[in-house]
């Protein structure tokens, strides 16, 4: 199988999915590149982060748009596309400027099945890019999927690593309702077994990397990476864990997290975005209420600090949680 990285297996999706069904578009700043040298054609660049390089050559500029710098035109246009047909493909620099469009996701697109009695959909995905630990300040650095995980009417995908992240964009595209893709940063070079061709990866379906009846680690997008350095460290040790990747926060596979804990009693819930209304402390009051009976310790949080996202390199790394304390949350429970 061949090896590529997170930020080629996304662009892998689109070129597939582009080709397949025309009613595909992308659109975003900078999707396709600015002009080139002299002859005035396109370097087809694919943004700052370059998931969309190569597609503006293949399918032109009709399908591969190049957008005002305006989130809420960039959404306002996604939605409304969705519902005259198309399957726009928006893309979000970054995570944080969601704000400015706010209103086009959390009231117009996560709402139009709903407003219209289940005769409209609305296929829209759009691609964020989040997270902290690329030195980039508190404004392009936070990890945001909770605030839209809280949304009725939206599901919420958050891969972590280069096979999911194919498998879950293509479904996301395919999907009638409308998607938010979250893409951490630093997992963008990251390279992992990636199968050619197409395939989809369901919604709400966890991935279990790690078997062990001691202690359930459930952990989301990067903090997988981190979390499986610190199970395969108390491993050593005779501590056995079984670590849960949710893939989707909005559905969120409850079952597999009960059924875990049901086996084994503890639970270390690891995610980068702060503590308060966090996915950790959503996951966290799902094991209060229906797996009390299972516990037999209180339930960890890893988190980020209440706190902005510093810029100093140092701070930074301290607010990222780490597989130490990642670790250090798993012997905790133990004891």
Known sequence: ???????DALNDA???????????????EDVSGGAGGTSGERE???????????????FGENRVIDTPISESAIIGAAGGAALAGLRPVAELM?????????????????????????????????????????????????????????????KVVVPSNARDAKGLLIQAIRDDDPVMFFEHKALYPRKGEVPDGAYTIPFGEANLLREGSDVTVVAIGRMVVFAEKAVDAVAADGIRCDLI????????DE????????????????????????????????????????????VVQVTAPHSPVPFARE???????????????IRAVMK
């Open 94 to 154: 970054f995570a944080d400027f969601v704000g400015v469009s706010m209103d086009q996701i959390f009231n117009q697109m996560a709402k139009f099945r709903y407003m219209f009695g289940g005769r409209m959909r609305c296929p829209a995905v759009v691609r964020l890019a989040m997270g902290a630990g690329m030195n980039m300040g508190a404004q392009h650095s936070q990890t945001i999927y909770p605030f839209l995980t809280a949304v009725p009417g939206l």
């Open 315 to 329: 701070l930074e790394r301290a607010y990222v949680p780490s597989p130490a304390r990642i670790e250090a949350a």
């Open 245 to 252: 990747d949710p893939r989707t926060t909005s559905p969120l």
């Open 14 to 28: 689109l070129h597939l999915e582009m080709a397949r069904d025309p009613t595909v578009i992308v659109l975003g």
């Open 255 to 298: 079952e597999t997290i009960l059924e875990s804990l049901e086996g084994s009693g503890r639970l270390v819930v690891v995610d980068e975005s702060n503590p308060r209304c966090s996915v950790a402390a959503d996951i966290a009051a799902l094991a209060a209420s229906k797996g009390f009976h299972s516990l037999k310790a209180p």
């Open 44 to 58: 087809a660049s694919g943004g700052i982060f370059g998931v969309t390089k190569g597609l503006l050559p293949k």
């Open 1 to 7: 199988m061949p090896q590529k990285s997170f930020r």
